[in-house]
């Protein structure tokens, strides 16, 4: 069983930055696609951004150019860097680890963009 414990939300105004951080407790964490996840009020959950074992990331198109995906394998730690949040960033916001049929989530961290 994988546990995640993501951490770095909280209120921040528009054009702030927050760094969250997801730490895993598996024991193979470095062959776990790692992603982050979001969901806003009344909206379904959408893909933030992902990383690969093999370090190939990918974005949302809303979020290109201001976020940043990365992972620390010996630290089993994936972290997601925003920068010039704007308050449409607001949502609870997940991390995920999968590989093959196996598919894990974290309780979620609040990240509010309101001035």
């Known amino acids: 069983q994988v546990q995640l414990v993501e951490s770095g939300g909280g209120l921040v105004q528009p054009g702030g930055s927050l760094r969250l951080s997801c730490a895993a407790s598996v024991t193979m964490f470095s062959i776990y696609t790692m992603g982050w996840y979001r969901q806003a009020p009344g909206k379904q959950r959408e893909l933030v951004a992902g990383?690969?074992?093999?370090?190939?990331?990918n974005y949302a198109d809303s979020v290109k150019g201001r976020f940043t995906i990365s992972r620390d394998n010996a630290a089993k730690t994936v972290y997601l860097q925003m920068n010039s949040l704007k308050p449409e960033d607001t949502a609870v916001y997940y991390c995920?680890?999968?590989?093959?049929?196996?598919?894990?989530w974290g309780q979620g961290t609040q990240v509010t963009v309101s001035s």
């Open positions: 990383i690969t074992n093999g370090r190939n990331t």
């Open positions: 995920n680890a999968r590989r093959m049929q196996m598919n894990y």
